[in-house]
């Protein structure tokens, strides 16, 4: 069983930066695809980012292009999520998830759909004052 645990988070005001990572358990496995998503209050969950095995490619929401940045250090088993210019709209829970090494990598938008991923965080509070 896989065991993500998550650091980062908190309170920041309007225009500032927080660092989300997300370190996985399982380090004898190779590196897995990995997605960021969140929860606003009263919302549904949403895709947010992800990256692949070598963090060679990343996707990311409309909503955060040009303002996150999704990372990764293999040698440490972790990625992270860097986030500039944050909004009170980006005000979540943040998750991250992994996908089974053993599954094929995702392909188009079965990147942003929570099923790809097998495994979760435990989600880390986002707050972003105005």
């Known amino acids: 069983q896989v065991q993500l645990v998550q650091s980062g988070g908190g309170l920041v005001q309007a225009g500032g930066s927080l660092r989300l990572s997300c370190a996985s358990s399982?380090?004898?496995?190779?590196?897995?695809?990995m997605g960021w998503f969140r929860q606003a209050p009263g919302k549904e969950r949403e895709f947010v980012s992800a990256?692949?095995?070598?963090?060679?490619?990343?996707t990311y929401a409309d909503s955060v292009k040009g303002r996150f940045t999704a990372s990764r250090d293999n040698t440490e088993y972790t990625v992270s999520l860097q986030m500039n210019s944050l909004k009170p709209e980006d005000t979540a829970v943040y998750y991250c998830?992994?996908?089974?090494?053993?599954?094929?990598?995702?392909?188009?938008?079965?990147?942003?759909?929570?099923?790809?991923?097998?495994?979760w965080g435990q989600g880390t509070q986002v707050t972003v004052s105005s």
């Open positions: 998830a992994a996908v089974d090494p053993g599954h094929p990598e995702p392909r188009g938008s079965s990147w942003t759909t929570e099923k790809t991923y097998e495994y």
């Open positions: 399982r380090r004898t496995y190779t590196a897995y695809a």
């Open positions: 990256i692949n095995w070598s963090g060679a490619y990343t």
